[in-house]
């Protein structure tokens, strides 16, 4: 078995050298360019995802549809939230969060959807939280040991993720059929 800690003086020497790189020292395990273009997509996955949501609060209609907004409302706000853990993370890696319009839908996972039928609406956004779901899996299985800090952020996202799919089988579950 290796040894467990490093002698103090090296790690201070250690900390001191490119001090300029912040918190990405020796022990980052990962390839920091390719995290923070990961990281984008992401944030371009959760910025459409607010968008698809907030569309679909504010175009659902019918008998059902104060319930069912009141819940995309609330998946909106927590995306909003993913979108700026994911944003502060790439900042933190040096790296520049890109929310830029032109391309946004094209490094998205997910897909921005303009559905009326409130079923429609339900199924498409339960159909994109199950590709972030997918695709934040995946990513958690990448970083493996590499990046610890950005694993857990996509960790606690992927959680969330979750319950939304579940909140959103259950609302369609729930719904009269026809």
């Known amino acids: 078995m290796a040894e467990f800690l490093t002698d103090i003086e090296t790690l201070r020497e250690r900390a001191r050298k490119e001090i300029e790189k912040g918190p990405i020292t020796e022990a980052y395990g990962a390839d920091v360019e390719r995290v923070i273009q990961v990281c984008n997509e992401a944030l371009a996955t959760e910025i459409v995802c607010t968008l698809r949501y907030k569309r679909h609060y504010y175009t659902a209609t019918g008998i059902h549809a104060e319930v069912v907004a009141s819940e995309f409302l609330e998946h909106a706000a927590e995306e909003q939230q993913h979108a700026d853990m994911l944003a502060e993370r790439i900042v933190q ?4 969060p890109d929310f ?66 579940d909140d959103l089988r259950g609302l369609l579950e729930r719904l009269p059929k026809g």
């Open 93 to 96: 890696l040096g790296g520049d």
């Open 100 to 165: 830029s319009p032109d391309t946004l839908t094209t490094r998205a996972h997910a897909e921005y959807d303009a559905s009326l039928d409130l079923v429609e609406m339900i199924k498409e956004d339960l159909v994109a939280e199950r590709i972030a779901i997918a695709s934040y899996t995946e990513i958690v299985q990448w970083l493996g040991d590499g990046d610890p800090t950005t694993k857990r952020v996509f960790e606690r996202i992927l959680a969330q993720e979750e319950e939304h799919a």
